[in-house]
């Protein structure tokens, strides 16, 4: 059965730190593009940033110059690396593994981020 598992969510101060990690139970995880998502109270959920195969990243503008995606392949695992946290960082956090329409997508549980002002 395949499944995301994240970890690392938590309370920090303005300001702060946090890395995010994704272990994947998927024998494709080398070919997917993973990406990190995430859902604040009252709003959809929204790309934060990706990663492809390749190693090529795309972030949103909101995250930029602070978040650093990365994946470690021999680990089937996917990091987010959050420096200087803001409250407006404060969402659920979710793992996207991408299916790019040859395999199923699958979602992580999601981890609480909290950034407190």
């Known amino acids: 059965q395949v499944q995301l598992v994240e970890s690392g969510g938590g309370l920090v101060q303005a300001g702060g730190s946090l890395r995010l990690s994704c272990a994947a139970s998927?024998?494709?995880?080398?070919?997917?593009?993973m990406g990190w998502y995430r859902q604040a109270p009252g709003k959809q959920r929204e790309l934060v940033a990706i990663?492809?195969?390749?190693?090529?990243?795309n972030y949103a503008d909101s995250v930029k110059g602070r978040f650093t995606i990365s994946r470690d392949n021999a680990k089937n695992t996917v990091y987010l690396q959050m420096n200087s946290l803001k409250p407006e960082d404060t969402a659920i956090y979710y793992c996207?593994?991408?299916?790019?329409?040859?395999?199923?997508?699958?979602w992580g549980q999601g981890t609480q981020v909290t950034v407190s002002s």
């Open positions: 998927l024998f494709t995880f080398s070919r997917r593009a």
């Open positions: 990663i492809a195969s390749s190693g090529i990243t």
């Open positions: 996207h593994a991408d299916g790019s329409g040859i395999w199923n997508d699958y």
